[in-house]
């Protein structure tokens, strides 16, 4: 049996911190499921990023409705380490129901200062739109146990 396959289309992103001494930043996200993780292109010189592209994630069989799809956007530095613009975490069932449809997702930062804070600061939005095909057969998590998601049109990537 096939594991379940999670297309994310990221779109854009608004308002995204300035890393970059220009008041800038070379955007680019990390997402990731189940042990599955995708990246976008860099997008030079920007706040205000426009990607238009997929990343498609095949999560473990074990991944639940429950389970999380971190994101996480970074500053793409030429020296150095790459410099985080803020995380976001949605559960996969957030997004069931929605399939297909764009959402916008706040991304944002602890403050370090304090373990115990539970305030967020604003570090901008972005803009996704996720599809899950899940296998034609049920299996042993509840993943499995939901009928099949809507097909694909074809300009979508398909499943190899």
């Known amino acids: 049996m096939s594991n379940p396959v999670l297309y994310i289309k990221a779109i854009r992103g608004r308002n995204l911190v300035a890393a970059d001494s220009n008041g800038k930043s070379d955007p680019y996200l990390i997402i990731a499921c189940g042990g599955s993780e995708g990246r976008t292109k860099v997008v030079k010189k920007t706040v205000n990023p426009e990607w238009d592209s ?3 994630l095949y999560p473990s069989k074990s991944t ?26 949605v559960r996969i069932a957030d997004f069931m129901g929605k399939e297909g ?10 403050e370090r ?11 901008g939005r972005l803009s996704l739109r996720p599809r899950l095909l899940l296998p034609s057969r049920a299996g042993p998590t509840p993943m499995y146990q939901q009928p099949v998601a809507p097909s694909y049109p074809a300009s979508q990537p398909q499943q190899q």
């Open 113 to 123: 200062w304090s373990c115990r804070s539970r305030s967020l600061e604003s570090r």
């Open 54 to 56: 997929y990343i498609t």
């Open 101 to 110: 449809v764009t959402s916008w997702i706040p991304l944002s930062r602890r």
């Open 64 to 89: 639940t409705y429950d389970s999380k799809i971190s994101i996480e956007a970074f500053d793409e530095d030429f020296i150095g380490k790459d410099d985080s613009l803020g995380t976001a975490s």
